[in-house]
Structures are given as structure tokens and as C-alpha cells.
């Protein structure tokens, strides 16, 4: 076999390997398979799902709404609501009118909400270390590099593509 179409099988595997792996770690991220790992520092677990509201409004930093929100968890408007009004319910969210639009209510971290994020990231770095904890540091560092890289790049790619949809 010529050695451009042995380069171009090993790079149609990779993509096929890639893809594997990112529906494995989909599924490992189920609320099952997350609640076996629960937090063994004395918090309770947070529902992946409402994790999924708090690690959104983390992102956006105090400039959240429900509609950041539901894109970031790729739902619906109506199921975004109900999420952010179990996590306002919780005392992990706090809303705020809006100054720019009073139609709108901005959403922020509450200090129990900030914890429950703290405590999550925490417990989440340390499941990864152990996971990593035999690879030699270098890897680790590629590892890390490569995979912001790859969601990066798949962020781009999403969001060109819902701005192609428009």
C-alpha cells in the first residue's frame, strides 16, 4: 500500500477513535455512573443536570440568563427555566433584574452555589488524577493541550454551524 493511503487510513482511524472516545466519555457522565463517584468530603452530590446550570452561569460570570443557559445545556427555553428554578430553589442561584432590560433576569452563584461548584471541581480533579496519576507528566501536559485544543476547535465548529442554521 502506497504510504499517502496508509497515512490517510491511520487519520480516518484516528477520527474514528476520537469519536469513540468522546460517546465513551458521554456516557461515563451519566447521572448513574457520576453518582458511584459521589464526593466523599462530606458534601452531597450535585444532579449533573443542575451542575450543568451552575457550570453555566460560572461561565458566563454574572452576565447569565436563563437563554445562556439553555444554549449551553443545548435545551429548550421551558426546560432551562425549570432547571434554573430547581437550582434558585436550592439557594445555589440567585436572579437579578436585568439594568440593560427589565424583561430579563441576570443569574449569579449564590456563596452555597459557589461552594457546590468549588467542591465539584475539586472532586472531579481529583478522579482525573487518579485516572492519569501513571502517565508521565509530559503526557499529562499533552493530554491537557490537545483536548482544550480539540474543544475549542469544536466550539467553533457548533457555533458556525448555528450560525449557518440562522
Do not use: K, N, Y
Request: proline share 4%; glycine share 8%; charged share 35%.
Amino acid at each position: 500500500m502506497p504510504e499517502e493511503r496508509m497515512q490517510e487510513e491511520e487519520q480516518r482511524e484516528a477520527l474514528v477513535a476520537v469519536e469513540r472516545a468522546m460517546v465513551a466519555i458521554r456516557r461515563s457522565q451519566t447521572r448513574r455512573s457520576l453518582g458511584r463517584l459521589a464526593p466523599a468530603d462530606g458534601g452531597r452530590a450535585v444532579d449533573p443536570t443542575l451542575f450543568g446550570v451552575l457550570d453555566a452561569v460560572e461561565g458566563r460570570d454574572g452576565s447569565c440568563s436563563v437563554t445562556d443557559v439553555a444554549t449551553a445545556l443545548g435545551v429548550d427555553q421551558p426546560r432551562a427555566s425549570r432547571l434554573v428554578l430547581r437550582a434558585v430553589e436550592e439557594g445555589w442561584v440567585s436572579r437579578r433584574p436585568d439594568p440593560s432590560d427589565a424583561r430579563r433576569a441576570l443569574l449569579a452563584l449564590t456563596a452555597d452555589g459557589r461552594e457546590q461548584v468549588d467542591r465539584t471541581h475539586r472532586f472531579r480533579q481529583r478522579v482525573f488524577a487518579r485516572v492519569m496519576a501513571d502517565w508521565p507528566d509530559a503526557d499529562r501536559l499533552a493530554f491537557a493541550r490537545l483536548l482544550t485544543a480539540f474543544v475549542d476547535g469544536f466550539g467553533r465548529e457548533t457555533d458556525s454551524g448555528r450560525e449557518r442554521a440562522d
